[in-house]
């Protein structure tokens, strides 16, 4: 069977297609999206203005069509925080509902927190035991911890690279002075998340699962062997925190020529990083490993067990 997981995101409208069967490792054949960076079209009143609802629409409408194009049986859609939180967001997913013609998923942060673990647990298999994981996206940022498929404790805390840099770091490059308040702001946003963490065991992995934090990784990070002979990407709080400063002083049109570092996310980068290094160091961890699965693949895991319950048994 032929699934897509549409993931519309505070950054990015993205698809994801993939083939899968009850019991099977789903099979990635197509992946597409449209870079939007939501959080510049919100307005004081936390509204999405009618030029981000538009171009948001539009990428749906598109991915819609590559769905369609890829002969997807089953599109599996949902939205995370810019739409979740948007105080017109009824309207907005009504919007996106009529040009999708079904329903969306709108998920709570801790939903978003649940699905990224599940994806990532599969990814590196029970053997992995008590497993943190930091998830950062354009809008919030995830944490959530446990010994089991899901989490036992998650957070979900409006600390997102989009927001943030809205929020916080006006100028481009936005030198170090602004760094510093946010910096500030994410450490206290943080403090009833590392309370809620007190309760698990020390971790076993550290993983980091989003597009900002494997970017990051092949920045500062290093490969290191993983299971089977393949390739992991370790991620280090000291070369993180060593090299906030430079990016803080490079302009977003220069970053992009940096290792790792896309276009999509020039503008959020900086943010990403102070988010990261702040949570790497309020949970104090040092080093923290890249996980290839999310979100997306989460969603599709998550489904793909229900078929294998409800699958005929011979």
């Not at 967001?89 to 801790?110: F, N």
């Not at 943080?190 to 020390?202: D, E, G, I, T």
Request: hydrophobic share 45%; no cysteine.
């Amino acid at each position: 069977m032929r699934l897509g997981v549409l993931d519309i995101g505070s950054n990015t409208v993205h698809l994801l297609v993939a083939d899968v069967r009850p019991g099977g490792r789903p099979l990635a054949t197509t992946s597409d999206r449209t870079v939007l960076r939501l959080m510049r079209y919100l307005e004081p009143d936390g509204s999405i203005n009618a030029e981000g609802v538009d171009a948001l629409v539009a990428a749906v409408a598109e991915a819609r069509r590559v769905a369609d194009r890829e002969n997807v049986v089953e599109l599996l859609a949902t939205a995370t925080s810019a739409v979740r939180e948007a105080t017109n967001g009824a309207d907005v997913i009504a919007r996106i509902e009529a040009e999708l013609g079904q329903e969306l998923q709108v998920l709570g942060g801790e939903a978003e927190a649940r699905f990224t673990f599940l994806a990532v647990r599969r990814w590196f298999g029970w053997s992995a035991g008590q497993i943190l994981l930091f998830d950062i996206g354009g809008g919030s940022l995830e944490v959530a911890a446990g010994p089991d498929e899901l989490p036992e404790v998650a957070a979900s805390v409006p600390l997102g690279a989009g927001r943030m840099t809205v929020e916080y770091l006006h100028d481009d490059p936005p030198g170090q002075d602004a760094v510093e308040l946010l910096r500030g702001h994410a450490e206290a946003t943080l403090k009833p998340v590392v309370a809620l963490m007190r309760s698990q065991p020390r971790p076993e992995h550290v993983v980091g699962s989003s597009k900002a934090i494997r970017s990051l990784a092949k920045l500062v990070g290093y490969p290191a062997p993983g299971w089977a002979g393949t390739e992991r990407m370790v991620l280090p709080r000291k070369a993180l925190g060593s090299w906030i400063p430079r990016l803080a002083r490079i302009p977003a049109s220069a970053r992009q020529e940096l290792p790792g570092i896309t276009a999509d996310r020039t503008f959020q980068i900086v943010a990403g990083a102070v988010v990261l290094h702040a949570a790497m160091t309020a949970l104090d961890v040092d080093e923290l490993e890249v996980s290839p699965w999310a979100l997306r693949e989460g969603v599709l895991l998550r489904y793909i067990e229900s078929l294998s319950w409800n699958a005929p048994q011979g």
